[in-house]
């Protein structure tokens, strides 16, 4: 197949989960055989064009050198547009059997438009995060906003005029076939599941004081004030305890914790390496005790909680969303309810006294990412779901 994958996150420019997935079936797919073509954003404001291995790489600038955009409507639609003209071009030099968008920024809305039967070009979307379910789950954007009110429009475009719609998790597909009148088994859970071989138990020596680890953006909804406040508590108890937050993020956040731990008394404990290389994470998950993300909501599956399990970790997360589609409370970790303080305290403190119920917990994480997350599998089920819409025979159910 002729693959055109299309995502503004491509590593090195990005590091979000869009990015790593879109990288992860780039490759798996190119090592399968395929022509695979990534049509990405350009931050240098110029088209850019190169290989990244055996994959084609077109980064393409926004409107920005015509316009200045000042909103991120008009950057969601002037930059649907800029990809719908990449996307003729690359089909008009190599003819492409199919496309595949994420729904966020709905980069796939002017080319979908214009599809007709004469230059049709079969069109998948991949659930991530849909920007319905951020809305009413964490109050972004404001549902009374002009922002929700023509994304969500958008977003329901998008999904409805695709061939094919595949989701991440259940949860990103419970939300978007509710709110946008999908037919919900119409709807396939795929995902690139993640390398099993680069994230995988290393053979170093544990961290000397006993380390949680937080792995993503520093922001709000990954609540890593309720992971601090947590951690504070705990360390009357465990006086040499270390939270070590990887990731970059909101700077005044930022600020927040560093001054909340020096505050507590507790200026050894919050540890924040920043932005830390993909290929450096597992040793940083290796050398750790638990994993603790207890973000207010997540689409799933969260692929930070998949990598830190394939290091063999156990995690923490929240209950109610898409974490605990991969998350088995009492099994490979455990799951408290969202914005409960007490019960992270709780959950954070049972692993941390107990090294034979962490080990053995870890070591199922290991064994359920082997099983149902690894990346080289997974890439063979959505490979095979491409096929099935390239010929034709997915008959998908609106």
Not at 196 to 223: A, E, M, W
Not at 317 to 342: K, M, Q, R, T, Y
Not at 380 to 396: M, Q, S, T
């Amino acid at each position: 197949m002729r693959v055109a994958l299309v995502s503004q996150e491509y590593p090195p420019g990005a590091h979000g989960g869009i990015g790593s997935q879109t990288y992860l079936k780039a490759h798996g797919l190119a090592a399968r055989g395929h022509e695979v073509s990534v049509i990405s954003y350009s931050f240098n404001h110029e088209v850019n064009e190169f290989w990244d291995g055996p994959v084609r790489v077109i980064g393409i600038p926004g409107f920005e050198n015509r316009l200045a955009v000042a909103t991120e409507l008009a950057q969601w639609i002037t930059y649907s547009a800029e990809v719908a003209v990449a996307l003729a071009e690359l089909h008009e030099r190599t003819p492409l059997d199919i496309v595949d968008f994420p729904e966020w920024g709905c980069e796939g809305y002017l080319h979908l438009l214009n599809q007709t039967e004469w230059n049709h070009i079969p069109t998948v979307i991949q659930l991530h995060g849909p920007l319905v379910m951020l809305a009413h789950t964490i109050g972004w954007p404001e549902i009374d906003s002009e922002f929700y009110r023509v994304g969500t429009a958008m977003e329901g475009a998008c999904l409805r005029l695709a061939d094919a719609v595949f989701s991440s998790s259940r949860c990103s597909a419970d939300w978007c076939a509710r709110h946008y009148g999908l037919a919900r088994e119409g709807i396939p859970i795929l995902h690139t599941g993640v390398d099993s071989r680069l994230f995988s138990p290393r053979d170093l020596p544990k961290d000397s004081r006993p380390t949680i680890i937080f792995v993503g953006s520093l922001r709000g909804n990954k609540r890593p004030d309720l992971l601090l406040e947590a951690a504070c508590r705990l360390a009357g108890e465990y006086p040499d305890l270390r939270l070590q937050m990887i990731g970059q993020g909101e700077e005044a956040l930022i600020e927040e914790l560093k001054a909340k731990a020096r505050a507590a008394g507790l200026g050894e404990l919050l540890d924040l390496p920043g932005f830390i290389e993909r290929q450096e994470l597992p040793a940083y998950l290796s050398r750790a005790h638990i994993f603790a993300a207890p973000s207010t909501y997540e689409g799933g599956p969260g692929f930070v909680y998949l990598e830190a399990m394939a290091c063999g970790l156990p995690v923490v997360a929240c209950a109610g969303s898409g974490a605990a589609e991969v998350v088995i409370h009492e099994h490979n970790g455990l799951l408290v309810p969202p914005g409960d303080v007490d019960a992270l305290v709780n959950a954070l403190g049972r692993l941390l006294a107990n090294r034979e119920e962490r080990e053995a917990m870890g070591a199922r994480a290991r064994r359920y990412v082997l099983a149902e997350a690894d990346s080289e599998t997974c890439i063979k089920r959505i490979e095979a779901f491409y096929l099935e819409v390239v010929a034709g025979r997915y008959r998908r159910q609106k």
